[in-house]
Structure formats: C-alpha cells, structure tokens
C-alpha cells in the first residue's frame, strides 16, 4: 500500500530555513497532488501547499514569501523548504497525498529555537 | 482565503449516543469539503471526502453531508475509540483547516 516517509533536521535556529523531504512508496507518483501541512503543539492544521507534476504549486498566502515545494521525479519524493524561521514556525510537519490527503507521513517535529 | 468555522469546539459524549459536527465555511466551496479524525500522537485519518463520499475502511456510522458553506459530520452510535480531534478541511481554493472538535467519551 502507499506508504509516506519523511524526514528532516528537527531544531532550528532562528533565521535558518527548515527542510523536509517525503519519500513515496507503494503506488504511483504521478496524478496526484502532493500537500504539507503543520500543526504547532496543542494547535489546529494548518495548510502550507501544494505540488502537482503537470500543474505546478500553490501556497498559503501567510507563507508564500518563504515556502518552496520541489518535486524529485525520479526518486518519487517531494520536498518543503521554509526560509527565515522563527519560533512561530514550531510545529509538527506533514507531508500527505492528494487534495484529499488519503494517506499522510508519520510527522516530523520541527522546533525552533536559539 | 476561505475561513472554516467548527463547531462545537469539545464535546463530551457518553457511548451510543449521536454526534454532530459542523463546519460553515466563509464562502461557497461546492461540495469541496473533508473531514479527518485525529488520535494524540497519530497522523491525520481522513473519515470523510467531498462532504458525504465514504472512505473504505472507515466505520459506516461516520456520515457526512452539506454543500455549500454547511456542512455536517456525524458519528452515529459513538464508540470508545471515536474519541479524538476532527478537522473540516476545503479545497476548494487552495486548502483551509477548521478549528477542529475534540470529541470526549464520558
């Protein structure tokens, strides 16, 4: 079955830029939209974006100044960069399948602090 | 940006009892509208997509319906292991989060 496996370095300073990269096993890569999401702790969801192959991206508005999703075809993995992080940043990240995210990674806890 | 409300934010629910979610969302979104349920610690587990379509594997007693900007989830005949968060999510325009409902057995 699909299967999504992330990871990234999980403290940050202030001012650095967090990456995350999600590898995708299991079923296609292609067709599909490919979304990260966060939660701060104790927090809601909170939506960051989107990558399709053939549609490009879309970002939240709040972020877009300093999110990019990249997408490496060949190794079916898809990547969040997020620039100029600050402690507001803290969260847990998300990478998931689809507009409707059918299938979601175990999550990377991602904290901020100098 | 589309704003999706929740509502209630907690409920506390004795077992077999009927539960009702709602989430009214700022602007029109179709029927572009999901729910997930959320354990402590877990990833999100969709229940429910474009606002009544069933997910294989999830409880029949999840229902939901609305289009619009209403919506509505259902746990019909609650369960212990229905206890948890749940998120409406739209993506209509790009995607949006409600506040979510954390729902509690008595």
């Known amino acids: 079955q699909v299967q999504l496996q992330q990871w990234g370095a999980g403290l940050l300073k202030p001012s650095e830029t967090l990456s995350l990269t999600c590898a995708v096993s299991g079923g296609s890569f292609n067709g599909y939209h490919w979304t990260w999401i966060r939660q701060p702790p104790g927090k809601g969801l909170e939506w960051i974006g989107e990558i399709h192959l053939s549609g490009g991206t879309n970002y939240n508005p709040s972020l877009k100044s300093r999110v990019t999703i990249s997408v490496v075809t060949s190794k079916n993995q898809f990547s969040l960069n997020l620039t100029s992080v600050t402690a507001a940043d803290t969260a847990v990240y998300y990478c998931a399948r689809g507009r409707v995210a059918t299938h979601w990674g175990q999550g990377t806890l991602v904290t901020v602090s100098s | 940006e589309i704003v999706l409300t929740q509502s209630p934010e907690f409920q506390s629910v004795t077992p077999k009892e009927k539960v009702t979610i709602t989430c009214r969302a700022s602007q029109s979104i179709g029927s572009n509208l999901h729910w997930y349920q959320q354990k402590p610690d877990q990833s999100p587990k969709v229940l429910i997509k474009y606002a009544s379509q069933s997910i294989s594997g999830v409880p029949s007693r999840f229902r939901g319906s609305g289009s619009g900007t209403d919506f509505t989830l259902t746990i019909n005949s609650l369960e212990a292991e229905d206890a948890a968060t749940y998120y409406c999510?739209?993506?209509?325009?790009?995607?949006?989060f409600g506040g979510g409902t954390k729902v509690e057995i008595k």
């Open positions: 999510h739209q993506s209509s325009s790009l995607g949006t």
